[in-house]
Protein backbone atom coordinates (compact mmCIF):
# COMPACT_ATOMS: atom_id res chain seq x y z
CA UNK A 1 0.00 0.00 0.00
CA UNK A 2 1.53 2.95 -1.12
CA UNK A 3 1.48 6.52 1.42
CA UNK A 4 -1.45 8.55 0.76
CA UNK A 5 -1.73 12.22 1.06
CA UNK A 6 -5.16 13.76 1.82
CA UNK A 7 -6.17 17.10 0.49
CA UNK A 8 -7.50 20.40 2.94
CA UNK A 9 -11.09 19.67 3.20
CA UNK A 10 -13.11 23.28 2.61
CA UNK A 11 -13.28 24.23 6.62
CA UNK A 12 -9.37 24.93 6.54
CA UNK A 13 -9.43 28.65 5.89
CA UNK A 14 -6.84 30.54 3.72
CA UNK A 15 -5.20 31.66 7.07
CA UNK A 16 -5.19 28.62 8.60
CA UNK A 17 -3.46 26.96 5.51
CA UNK A 18 -0.96 29.40 5.41
CA UNK A 19 -0.31 28.50 9.27
CA UNK A 20 -0.32 24.79 8.54
CA UNK A 21 2.17 25.10 5.08
CA UNK A 22 4.53 27.48 7.12
CA UNK A 23 5.28 23.95 9.08
CA UNK A 24 8.85 22.43 7.81
CA UNK A 25 8.58 19.66 5.82
CA UNK A 26 5.01 20.90 3.93
CA UNK A 27 4.20 18.65 1.57
CA UNK A 28 3.62 19.39 -2.26
CA UNK A 29 0.47 18.04 -2.56
CA UNK A 30 -0.77 20.49 0.05
CA UNK A 31 0.83 23.77 -1.36
CA UNK A 32 -0.65 22.94 -4.85
CA UNK A 33 -4.22 23.25 -2.22
CA UNK A 34 -3.16 26.32 -1.54
CA UNK A 35 -5.58 29.41 -2.33
CA UNK A 36 -3.43 31.47 -5.53
CA UNK A 37 -5.22 34.61 -4.13
CA UNK A 38 -3.49 36.29 -1.40
CA UNK A 39 -5.93 37.81 0.88
CA UNK A 40 -5.35 40.87 3.62
CA UNK A 41 -5.26 38.52 6.30
CA UNK A 42 -2.65 36.30 4.60
CA UNK A 43 -0.30 39.87 4.20
CA UNK A 44 -0.81 40.39 7.48
CA UNK A 45 0.20 37.05 8.92
CA UNK A 46 3.10 36.01 6.52
CA UNK A 47 5.26 38.49 8.52
CA UNK A 48 4.17 36.72 11.51
CA UNK A 49 5.17 33.32 10.29
CA UNK A 50 8.12 34.72 9.37
CA UNK A 51 9.05 35.29 12.47
CA UNK A 52 7.72 32.35 14.10
CA UNK A 53 9.69 30.26 10.94
CA UNK A 54 13.06 31.98 12.02
CA UNK A 55 12.72 31.01 15.80
CA UNK A 56 12.10 34.53 16.95
CA UNK A 57 8.52 33.77 19.41
CA UNK A 58 9.17 37.75 21.18
CA UNK A 59 9.15 38.99 17.34
CA UNK A 60 5.75 37.42 16.61
CA UNK A 61 4.17 38.30 19.67
CA UNK A 62 4.78 41.75 19.14
CA UNK A 63 3.35 41.70 15.58
CA UNK A 64 0.43 40.12 17.01
CA UNK A 65 -0.36 42.67 19.43
CA UNK A 66 -0.89 45.06 16.53
CA UNK A 67 -4.40 46.65 16.95
CA UNK A 68 -4.72 46.83 12.33
CA UNK A 69 -4.42 42.83 12.64
CA UNK A 70 -7.39 41.40 10.78
CA UNK A 71 -7.63 38.06 12.31
CA UNK A 72 -10.29 35.47 14.12
CA UNK A 73 -9.60 34.86 17.93
CA UNK A 74 -8.93 31.19 16.48
CA UNK A 75 -6.25 32.25 14.26
CA UNK A 76 -4.76 34.31 16.85
CA UNK A 77 -4.69 31.92 19.54
CA UNK A 78 -2.89 29.30 17.13
CA UNK A 79 -0.38 31.35 15.94
CA UNK A 80 -0.04 32.83 20.04
CA UNK A 81 0.55 29.50 20.93
CA UNK A 82 3.01 28.74 18.18
CA UNK A 83 5.33 31.61 20.00
CA UNK A 84 4.83 30.80 23.46
CA UNK A 85 5.97 26.76 22.43
CA UNK A 86 9.50 28.75 20.90
CA UNK A 87 9.62 30.76 24.11
CA UNK A 88 9.19 27.38 26.12
CA UNK A 89 5.96 28.78 27.79
CA UNK A 90 4.25 25.21 27.33
CA UNK A 91 1.66 26.16 29.61
CA UNK A 92 0.50 29.05 27.81
CA UNK A 93 0.93 27.42 24.55
CA UNK A 94 -1.24 24.28 25.74
CA UNK A 95 -3.85 26.25 27.27
CA UNK A 96 -4.69 28.15 23.75
CA UNK A 97 -4.18 24.73 21.71
CA UNK A 98 -6.04 22.73 24.53
CA UNK A 99 -9.90 25.87 23.97
CA UNK A 100 -9.03 25.37 20.04
CA UNK A 101 -9.39 21.83 19.78
CA UNK A 102 -12.43 21.69 22.21
CA UNK A 103 -14.33 24.03 19.93
CA UNK A 104 -12.73 22.58 16.71
CA UNK A 105 -12.06 19.01 17.32
CA UNK A 106 -11.07 18.63 13.82
CA UNK A 107 -8.40 21.36 13.22
CA UNK A 108 -5.87 19.59 12.09
CA UNK A 109 -3.28 22.76 12.41
CA UNK A 110 -4.18 22.86 16.26
CA UNK A 111 -3.83 19.38 17.17
CA UNK A 112 -0.46 19.11 15.07
CA UNK A 113 0.67 22.22 17.34
CA UNK A 114 -0.88 20.52 20.37
CA UNK A 115 1.10 17.19 19.84
CA UNK A 116 3.91 19.50 19.42
CA UNK A 117 3.57 20.76 22.51
CA UNK A 118 3.25 17.87 24.52
CA UNK A 119 6.00 16.50 22.80
CA UNK A 120 7.88 19.55 24.11
CA UNK A 121 6.77 18.57 27.81
CA UNK A 122 7.93 15.20 27.83
CA UNK A 123 4.30 13.69 26.80
CA UNK A 124 5.69 11.37 24.07
CA UNK A 125 2.27 9.23 24.33
CA UNK A 126 -0.41 12.59 24.11
CA UNK A 127 2.20 14.04 21.31
CA UNK A 128 1.63 10.48 19.63
CA UNK A 129 -2.68 10.81 19.76
CA UNK A 130 -2.74 14.29 18.61
CA UNK A 131 -0.68 13.60 15.73
CA UNK A 132 -2.49 11.07 14.61
CA UNK A 133 -6.07 12.67 14.78
CA UNK A 134 -4.27 15.77 12.84
CA UNK A 135 -3.37 12.80 10.13
CA UNK A 136 -6.80 11.84 10.17
CA UNK A 137 -8.34 15.19 9.42
CA UNK A 138 -5.73 17.17 7.24
CA UNK A 139 -3.04 17.37 4.81
CA UNK A 140 -0.32 14.93 4.99
CA UNK A 141 3.08 16.41 5.69
CA UNK A 142 6.26 15.00 6.31
CA UNK A 143 6.94 17.36 9.04
CA UNK A 144 3.57 15.48 10.64
CA UNK A 145 4.42 12.26 10.36
CA UNK A 146 7.93 12.74 11.15
CA UNK A 147 6.78 14.39 14.67
CA UNK A 148 4.81 11.39 15.18
CA UNK A 149 7.27 9.15 14.47
CA UNK A 150 9.53 10.61 17.24
CA UNK A 151 6.93 10.43 19.46
CA UNK A 152 6.11 7.08 19.08
CA UNK A 153 9.91 6.09 19.31
CA UNK A 154 10.05 8.20 22.90
CA UNK A 155 7.09 5.93 23.95
CA UNK A 156 8.63 2.80 23.37
CA UNK A 157 6.53 1.68 20.22
CA UNK A 158 9.47 1.18 17.99
CA UNK A 159 7.70 -1.77 16.14
CA UNK A 160 4.26 -1.44 17.92
CA UNK A 161 1.85 -4.55 17.19
CA UNK A 162 3.54 -6.51 14.25
CA UNK A 163 1.40 -8.98 12.77
CA UNK A 164 1.86 -11.85 10.40
CA UNK A 165 0.86 -11.89 6.70
CA UNK A 166 1.12 -14.08 3.89
CA UNK A 167 1.53 -13.01 0.47
CA UNK A 168 -1.11 -14.68 -2.14
CA UNK A 169 0.41 -16.87 -4.93
CA UNK A 170 1.34 -15.34 -7.86
CA UNK A 171 2.27 -12.46 -6.19
CA UNK A 172 5.81 -10.86 -5.44
CA UNK A 173 6.26 -11.06 -1.54
CA UNK A 174 6.87 -7.49 -0.33
CA UNK A 175 10.41 -6.18 0.96
CA UNK A 176 11.40 -4.97 3.99
CA UNK A 177 10.95 -1.45 4.13
CA UNK A 178 8.26 -0.99 1.81
CA UNK A 179 4.03 -0.71 2.54
CA UNK A 180 1.99 -3.82 2.18
CA UNK A 181 -0.77 -5.17 4.25
CA UNK A 182 -1.98 -1.79 5.76
CA UNK A 183 1.05 -1.37 7.05
CA UNK A 184 5.00 -1.62 6.73
CA UNK A 185 6.84 -4.90 6.43
CA UNK A 186 10.09 -5.01 8.58
CA UNK A 187 10.92 -8.34 8.42
CA UNK A 188 10.97 -12.17 6.32
CA UNK A 189 9.44 -15.32 8.41
CA UNK A 190 12.41 -17.37 7.85
CA UNK A 191 10.51 -20.96 7.93
CA UNK A 192 7.70 -19.44 5.63
CA UNK A 193 9.09 -18.06 2.65
CA UNK A 194 5.61 -16.46 1.98
CA UNK A 195 4.77 -14.65 5.28
CA UNK A 196 5.75 -11.32 6.22
CA UNK A 197 5.87 -9.34 9.33
CA UNK A 198 4.12 -5.94 9.08
CA UNK A 199 4.43 -2.93 11.31
CA UNK A 200 1.00 -1.20 11.72
CA UNK A 201 0.69 2.68 11.28
CA UNK A 202 1.19 3.30 15.21
CA UNK A 203 4.65 2.65 14.95
CA UNK A 204 8.10 4.66 14.77
CA UNK A 205 9.30 2.92 11.86
CA UNK A 206 6.25 2.98 9.69
CA UNK A 207 5.72 6.93 10.55
CA UNK A 208 9.36 7.45 9.70
CA UNK A 209 9.02 5.82 6.46
CA UNK A 210 5.53 7.71 6.07
CA UNK A 211 7.84 10.82 6.16
CA UNK A 212 10.44 9.49 3.67
CA UNK A 213 7.43 8.51 1.14
CA UNK A 214 6.63 12.20 1.10
CA UNK A 215 10.04 13.72 1.08
CA UNK A 216 12.85 10.70 0.12
CA UNK A 217 15.36 13.12 0.74
CA UNK A 218 14.44 14.48 4.34
CA UNK A 219 17.82 13.90 6.29
CA UNK A 220 16.15 14.03 9.68
CA UNK A 221 13.50 11.62 8.84
CA UNK A 222 16.45 9.55 7.47
CA UNK A 223 18.76 9.54 10.55
CA UNK A 224 15.34 8.68 12.52
CA UNK A 225 15.17 5.81 10.62
CA UNK A 226 18.21 4.78 10.86
CA UNK A 227 17.89 5.28 14.92
CA UNK A 228 14.84 3.62 14.90
CA UNK A 229 16.44 0.55 13.28
CA UNK A 230 19.62 0.73 15.44
CA UNK A 231 17.11 0.58 18.48
CA UNK A 232 16.33 -2.52 17.31
CA UNK A 233 19.03 -4.72 17.05
CA UNK A 234 19.18 -4.29 12.96
CA UNK A 235 22.47 -3.20 12.14
CA UNK A 236 22.49 -3.71 8.49
CA UNK A 237 19.62 -1.67 8.04
CA UNK A 238 20.52 0.82 10.09
CA UNK A 239 24.09 1.68 8.50
CA UNK A 240 21.99 1.46 5.17
CA UNK A 241 19.92 4.24 6.29
CA UNK A 242 23.01 6.02 8.08
CA UNK A 243 24.41 6.30 4.38
CA UNK A 244 21.65 7.64 3.44
CA UNK A 245 21.41 10.31 5.73
CA UNK A 246 24.74 11.62 6.02
CA UNK A 247 24.46 12.64 2.42
CA UNK A 248 21.79 14.86 3.15
CA UNK A 249 22.10 16.38 6.29
CA UNK A 250 23.41 19.77 6.86
CA UNK A 251 22.99 20.79 10.50
CA UNK A 252 26.59 19.68 12.37
CA UNK A 253 25.07 18.52 15.33
CA UNK A 254 22.72 15.82 13.35
CA UNK A 255 25.88 15.07 11.54
CA UNK A 256 27.95 14.47 13.95
CA UNK A 257 25.12 12.14 15.24
CA UNK A 258 24.84 9.97 12.27
CA UNK A 259 28.41 9.34 12.21
CA UNK A 260 28.24 8.32 15.48
CA UNK A 261 25.09 6.36 14.98
CA UNK A 262 26.87 5.10 11.71
CA UNK A 263 30.07 3.79 13.77
CA UNK A 264 28.30 1.91 16.34
CA UNK A 265 26.53 -0.06 14.15
CA UNK A 266 29.52 -1.01 12.08
CA UNK A 267 31.12 -2.35 15.71
CA UNK A 268 28.24 -4.45 16.23
CA UNK A 269 28.63 -5.92 12.32
CA UNK A 270 32.17 -6.28 12.99
CA UNK A 271 33.51 -3.65 10.89
CA UNK A 272 36.43 -2.21 12.71
CA UNK A 273 37.71 -0.35 10.28
CA UNK A 274 34.83 1.25 9.18
CA UNK A 275 33.90 2.12 12.72
CA UNK A 276 37.03 3.67 13.21
CA UNK A 277 36.49 6.08 10.14
CA UNK A 278 32.91 6.75 11.08
CA UNK A 279 33.93 7.93 14.73
CA UNK A 280 37.26 9.86 13.25
CA UNK A 281 34.41 11.56 10.91
CA UNK A 282 32.17 12.34 13.80
CA UNK A 283 35.37 14.27 15.84
CA UNK A 284 35.69 16.01 12.15
CA UNK A 285 32.42 17.23 12.02
CA UNK A 286 32.44 18.82 15.36
CA UNK A 287 35.93 19.91 15.21
CA UNK A 288 37.38 17.55 18.22
CA UNK A 289 40.87 16.79 18.30
CA UNK A 290 40.51 14.28 21.36
CA UNK A 291 43.40 11.65 21.40
CA UNK A 292 41.46 10.37 24.72
CA UNK A 293 38.42 9.56 22.67
CA UNK A 294 40.29 8.42 19.78
CA UNK A 295 42.51 5.90 22.30
CA UNK A 296 38.74 4.93 23.68
CA UNK A 297 37.98 4.09 20.30
CA UNK A 298 40.41 1.97 19.70
CA UNK A 299 40.23 0.28 22.74
CA UNK A 300 37.06 -0.57 21.91
CA UNK A 301 37.93 -2.30 18.78
CA UNK A 302 40.23 -4.17 20.43
CA UNK A 303 37.69 -5.49 22.87
CA UNK A 304 35.54 -6.89 19.70
CA UNK A 305 38.90 -8.27 18.36
CA UNK A 306 39.48 -10.02 21.63
CA UNK A 307 36.19 -11.32 21.80
CA UNK A 308 36.53 -12.98 18.00
CA UNK A 309 40.41 -14.57 19.45
CA UNK A 310 41.83 -12.25 17.20
CA UNK A 311 44.98 -12.17 18.82
CA UNK A 312 47.07 -10.12 16.51
CA UNK A 313 44.54 -7.18 15.74
CA UNK A 314 43.82 -7.06 19.28
CA UNK A 315 47.43 -5.98 19.88
CA UNK A 316 47.25 -4.13 16.75
CA UNK A 317 44.45 -1.85 18.22
CA UNK A 318 45.26 -1.78 21.73
CA UNK A 319 49.25 -0.57 20.44
CA UNK A 320 47.38 2.41 18.41
CA UNK A 321 45.17 3.16 22.04
CA UNK A 322 48.53 3.66 24.01
CA UNK A 323 50.83 5.53 21.29
CA UNK A 324 47.84 8.03 21.99
CA UNK A 325 47.30 7.63 25.71
CA UNK A 326 49.49 5.43 27.63
CA UNK A 327 46.91 4.93 30.34
CA UNK A 328 47.83 2.26 33.16
CA UNK A 329 44.89 -0.54 32.33
CA UNK A 330 45.29 -0.68 28.73
CA UNK A 331 49.21 -0.81 29.20
CA UNK A 332 48.26 -3.79 31.65
CA UNK A 333 45.91 -5.11 28.82
CA UNK A 334 48.64 -4.46 26.16
CA UNK A 335 51.17 -6.57 28.15
CA UNK A 336 48.68 -9.64 28.86
CA UNK A 337 47.74 -9.94 25.24
CA UNK A 338 51.29 -9.54 24.19
CA UNK A 339 52.36 -12.39 26.89
CA UNK A 340 49.56 -14.66 25.29
CA UNK A 341 50.68 -13.92 22.02
CA UNK A 342 54.07 -15.24 23.96
CA UNK A 343 56.05 -11.65 23.12
CA UNK A 344 57.67 -12.16 26.38
CA UNK A 345 59.89 -9.20 26.16
CA UNK A 346 57.36 -6.78 24.79
CA UNK A 347 54.90 -7.41 27.56
CA UNK A 348 57.76 -6.96 30.17
CA UNK A 349 58.29 -3.53 28.59
CA UNK A 350 54.50 -2.86 28.65
CA UNK A 351 54.49 -3.19 32.35
CA UNK A 352 57.10 -1.28 33.19
CA UNK A 353 55.74 1.05 31.32
CA UNK A 354 52.26 1.06 33.54
CA UNK A 355 54.77 1.15 36.49
CA UNK A 356 56.34 4.26 35.43
CA UNK A 357 52.53 6.14 35.20
CA UNK A 358 52.14 6.21 38.95
CA UNK A 359 49.31 3.34 39.42
CA UNK A 360 47.66 2.92 42.31
CA UNK A 361 48.34 0.80 45.08
CA UNK A 362 45.75 -1.77 43.49
CA UNK A 363 47.42 -1.57 40.06
CA UNK A 364 50.74 -2.01 41.77
CA UNK A 365 50.31 -5.04 43.04
CA UNK A 366 48.24 -6.59 39.55
CA UNK A 367 51.57 -5.12 37.73
CA UNK A 368 54.26 -6.54 40.57
CA UNK A 369 52.28 -10.09 40.11
CA UNK A 370 52.88 -9.91 36.48
CA UNK A 371 55.96 -8.68 36.27
CA UNK A 372 57.17 -11.65 38.20
CA UNK A 373 55.60 -13.99 36.06
CA UNK A 374 56.66 -12.81 32.77
CA UNK A 375 60.53 -12.95 34.66
CA UNK A 376 59.77 -16.65 35.54
CA UNK A 377 58.91 -17.57 31.84
CA UNK A 378 61.60 -15.70 30.22
CA UNK A 379 64.10 -17.00 32.60
CA UNK A 380 66.46 -20.10 31.61
CA UNK A 381 65.83 -23.25 32.97
CA UNK A 382 67.91 -25.65 34.73
CA UNK A 383 70.21 -27.46 32.15
CA UNK A 384 69.09 -25.24 29.22
Not at 79 to 95: Q, S
Not at 326 to 346: F, G, I, K, T
Request: with cysteine; proline share 4%; hydrophobic share 40%.
Amino acid sequence: MAATTRTVGPSVTPVALAILLSCAGASLAAEKNAPSQVTTSEQQVNPILAALDAGDGRQALELLRSRSLELSSDERSLLEARAYLLLNDLPEARRRLTTLTRDRSNDATALYWLGRVYEADGAAALAASQYGRASRNGPATADLHYHWATALKASGQLLGDVVRRQAPEGTEVPKVGEFSFDGLVVGQVRSKPRWVLVSPPESAVHQAYQALALEPENGGALLLAAEIWSSLQRHEEATAMFAKAAEHLTNKGDLARCHDGWAADLLALGDLDGYLKHTTERMRVTGESNSAELARCYAQAAEALARRGDLQGQIRYLTFSVELVPDVDRLVDLADALRAAQRLDEAQEQLKRAMDRKPSLTQQRAINRRLLETEYLTSPRPGQ
